[in-house]
């Protein structure tokens, strides 16, 4: 150690004081300091600041190349065969936000996912096909284009696919945010497929019905339901489209929720379906949750930073945080959309902003 006695620097001549700041600097690195006065402005950022990029995956590239790596590799050998969609402005870091990873998996007829468990959540937002499972917890859900199934910290689960036809679905997890506090675990189990003691859509049933199983906990941390489907989820935004209930920037969405709390159906991650109607200009909105879209059904432009994206089914895009976005909607569309607003909202830290100025 060398002493702990500052060294005295009057302020000297100016063409001196770099040098002698810059010889300091030096000096207080080998003790791992550094003068924050010199990073201030880059760590404590005025406005929101992301790498993250708008940007749009078309559906027809996501189904042509998943399909190739049908050829390439098994499901069980990969485990899950799933593309990243990655942010370019994140390259080599699995995100398609900065919070948030995105993935389109594949399984083939015949194919299973094998049990895993892990502490990040997931969700699946079903893209093509008809038939496959997801098994979480015991409960095995088929599932449909459009339905919304989630998988909470740590529940075991699988995927398989007993139709006859392959099924693509987006994966989304929070492993950004489970890595950035370093507390990942996971496991693979022996067996390729778990046990299941309940019936398809027992979840939805005992929890999502305005009754509940007696002892039920009251503050669950996350929704026990494991598939919102999209026949039933639907004509709920289609009844409110109806009624005029649209938002003149979300359109007539609903929010994915917890039966039993109100609260987001993971901690981590919240989603949203909307409807609009055909020839909708939204105004624009912004907030500092990055958003994942989907289009489900239609055909629209969604306007972020000045920056035009033309969805159509099953499209996939990215609203960076704090980017100002509108949708303009041709025909009657559905947008589906993920974001890491949960956690922000948490913290105390999510903010948005309705009016342009
Ligand atoms: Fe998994």
């Known amino acids: ?80 065969r799933v593309l990243i969609l990655e942010n370019p402005g994140m390259r080599g870091q699995s995100k398609a936000t900065n919070t948030l990873f995105a993935g389109v998996q594949m399984i083939l007829p015949g194919e299973v996912a094998p049990a895993h468990r892990h502490v990040s959540s997931a969700i699946r937002f079903v893209l093509d096909g008809a038939g496959a499972y997801t098994a979480v917890e015991g409960e095995k859900s088929y599932m449909a284009p459009g339905d919304f199934v989630i998988t909470a910290n740590w529940a075991p689960h699988d995927h398989g696919n007993t139709s006859e036809q392959p099924m693509l679905w987006l994966d989304v997890l929070d492993f950004p945010q489970v890595n950035f506090f370093e507390a990942s675990f996971a496991e693979q189990f022996g067996h390729a497929t778990q046990s299941t003691s309940r019936a398809d859509g027992d979840s939805l049933a005992f929890y999502g019905s305005g009754v509940l199983p007696d ?72 907030a500092t949750d990055g958003t994942i879209f989907v289009c489900a059904e239609g055909k629209g432009t969604t306007t972020v930073d000045g920056q035009v994206l033309e969805w159509g089914p099953w499209d996939v895009f990215v609203v960076p945080p704090w980017k100002r976005y509108s949708h303009q909607v041709e025909k009657q569309s559905v947008l589906f959309s993920i974001s890491d607003r949960p956690s922000q909202e948490a913290l105390g830290i999510w903010r948005e902003e309705a009016t342009a100025h």
């Open 215 to 286: 002892g039920t906990p009251a503050r669950p941390n996350s929704s026990p339901v494991i598939n919102y489907t999209y026949a039933r989820t639907r004509p709920i935004i289609e009844r409110m489209l109806k009624a005029g209930d649209i938002d003149k920037r979300h359109g007539a969405r609903v929010r994915y929720a917890n039966p039993i709390n109100g609260g987001p159906v993971l901690p981590t991650m919240g989603a949203n379906l909307a409807m609009f109607p055909a020839g909708f200009k939204g105004e624009s909105y912004r």
């Open 1 to 80: 150690m060398t002493s702990a006695t500052a060294t005295q620097t009057s302020p000297g001549p100016k063409h001196n004081i770099e040098a002698i700041r810059e010889e300091y600097y030096q000096r207080i690195a080998k003790h791992d300091m550094t003068p924050l006065w010199k990073v201030m402005a880059s760590v404590v950022t005025k406005e929101p600041v992301t790498r993250a990029a708008p940007v749009i995956w078309k559906y027809d590239d996501i189904k042509r190349l998943v399909m190739e790596s049908g050829g390439l590799i098994t499901a069980e050998e990969a485990e899950r």
